[in-house]
């Protein structure tokens, strides 16, 4: 079925460091791509989705860009604040029963800031 | 600005109990899910029902069981619980099935001793 593969576990970077979480997938044709940010305490809420290669999608200085040849939506921010700690989730939603009417998430990335 | 609204924020129960998760959406959304948030943070659907109907079932044991009164409330029973079953459980809705934004709520935490 369809997956979604997160490589790093948790990040833990300094105020203004670069950041990158890693999401790979294995679906068939064009699935819709999101990621999802969970802070203490809430449930995640989306940050932004991509739907076509090639689209790039952003918010609040995160950003990822469609791969379908490397099947990847790596997250990317340039200059991380302390108040981006939380999980990051890289999640999507296909056309195979395994993940139509559903989304299906990656592992979750802890991102942990420090001043 | 929350629409997704779920009780109790936390419940604590023995073994064996049985134990009710209540979750309302005021956003109009057609499709509800339950999802399960286990200790190490991985995030499982549960079920999902589109207008009323149970559209996806995953492989979860017996003793859980969805209840939906009407499109705006889908409710999460569980008889007999056991130690694997604490976790926090998250309610969401969309507009539809298919590729669209799940909105979550704040999620119930059971912990089971």
């Known amino acids: 079925g369809d997956s979604v593969t997160q490589t790093e576990g948790q990040v833990a970077l300094s105020e203004e460091d670069f950041l990158t979480i890693h999401c790979n997938y294995s679906?068939?044709?064009?699935?819709?791509l999101f990621w999802y940010v969970q802070y203490p305490g809430e449930g995640p809420q989306l940050l932004f989705r991509?739907?076509?290669?090639?689209e790039k999608g952003s918010s609040r200085g995160f950003e990822a860009t469609y791969d379908k040849g490397t099947t990847s939506f790596h997250l990317r921010k340039a200059s991380v604040q302390e108040s981006d700690s939380a999980v990051y989730y890289c999640?999507?939603?296909?056309?195979?029963?395994?993940?139509?009417?559903?989304?299906?998430f990656g592992q979750g990335t802890s991102l942990s800031v420090v001043p | 600005e929350t629409a997704v609204f779920q009780t109790p924020n936390y419940h604590v129960t023995q073994v064996g109990n049985e134990v009710s998760f209540n979750c309302k959406q005021t956003?109009?959304?057609?499709?509800m899910y339950w999802y399960k948030q286990d200790s190490k943070k991985l995030l499982k659907i549960m079920f999902s029902?589109?207008?009323?109907?149970?559209?996806v079932n995953e492989t979860v044991p017996r003793r859980f069981s969805p209840q939906s009164s009407d499109k705006a409330h889908l409710n999460l029973r569980i008889k007999s619980v056991e130690p694997e079953d604490s976790a926090v459980y998250l309610c969401?809705?969309?507009?539809?099935?298919?590729?669209?934004?799940?909105?979550f709520g704040a999620g119930t935490r059971l912990s089971v001793l």
């Open positions: 029902y589109n207008n009323k109907q149970l559209i």
């Open positions: 999640a999507l939603s296909g056309i195979a029963s395994s993940s139509f009417s559903k989304l299906v």
């Open positions: 991509a739907s076509r290669d090639k």
């Open positions: 956003l109009g959304h057609d499709t």
């Open positions: 969401a809705s969309s507009s539809g099935l298919g590729e669209n934004t799940l909105y």
């Open positions: 679906a068939s044709g064009y699935p819709t």
